[in-house]
């Protein structure tokens, strides 16, 4: 069985004329390791998948599963724990505090997790090195870059370790440098193991992934293996 496994999952907002189909009975497959892009034209559905993947939007019809848990057969309390134990999210609008710390907006995952404040803020500071953040914990997201934030949002997503990467147009604040940038990093997770699933409007973005599924009006209409390299999406 597949790592992820979405079978005839729809959705739809609304009832009668007002009714809007955003899924129309999507099935698709993901492995773990895998760096699948999403990609599609505003309205296809793409961000009504991720946020059905991050366990925050029950579908209409249809099953989402993860290492064989059935996720919308879970009560809200076991979702929140699957969320907790097996999602980071990254989002583009970096989402962080401003008043904290870099290190400090980072330990907010481990908020709920009992252990010693130090510990969490040893895990923080890892996770800030994991993403080529050494020695920047103390500065507010004000001091520093755009792709430095990003990175920052990106660590805070990696601090549970979790097993899941979902990101929503991680460049789509950022500049053309700085996006190739928290790319490579997100291609580099995706080496190591981790599973990312991202939607983006980019092709360039994209071409990062190992595999690209294409929606068009809340249906799948694609798959296919991008087998690009690095090199060419900098030229």
């Known amino acids: 069985m597949s790592f992820i496994q979405g079978q005839d999952l729809a959705k739809t907002y609304g009832s009668g004329e007002a009714a809007m189909t ?109 993403v080529g953040l050494a020695g920047k914990q103390d500065r507010l997201p004000s001091q520093v870059s755009g792709g430095e934030q990003e990175r920052t949002a990106v660590a805070r997503a990696l601090v549970n370790s979790p097993p899941i990467l979902l990101a929503d147009e991680p460049t789509g604040n950022l500049d053309a440098r700085t996006s190739r940038e928290v790319m490579e990093l997100l291609a580099r997770l995706g080496g190591e193991g981790m599973t990312i699933a991202m939607v983006t409007h980019s092709p360039d973005c994209a071409a990062y992934a190992s595999r690209v599924i294409n929606m068009q009006d809340g249906r799948l209409m694609e798959e296919g293996l991008m087998q690009v390299k690095l090199a060419a999406c900098r030229a």
């Open 22 to 130: 955003a899924l129309d009975g999507v099935s698709f497959s993901i492995e773990k390791g895998e760096f699948v892009a999403v990609m599609g034209p505003s309205g296809s559905g793409k961000s009504t998948l991720l946020s059905v993947l991050g366990a925050l939007n029950t579908p209409s019809r249809g099953r989402y599963l993860v290492d064989g848990l059935d996720i919308y057969a879970l009560g809200s309390d076991q979702r929140a724990d699957f969320r907790r134990q097996y999602l980071g999210f990254v989002f583009q609008s970096f989402n962080l505090v401003p008043y904290l710390s870099l290190c400090e907006n980072v330990m907010l995952p481990l908020a709920v997790r009992k252990m010693a404040s130090r510990q969490k803020r040893e895990l923080a500071i890892a996770a800030l090195g994991r």
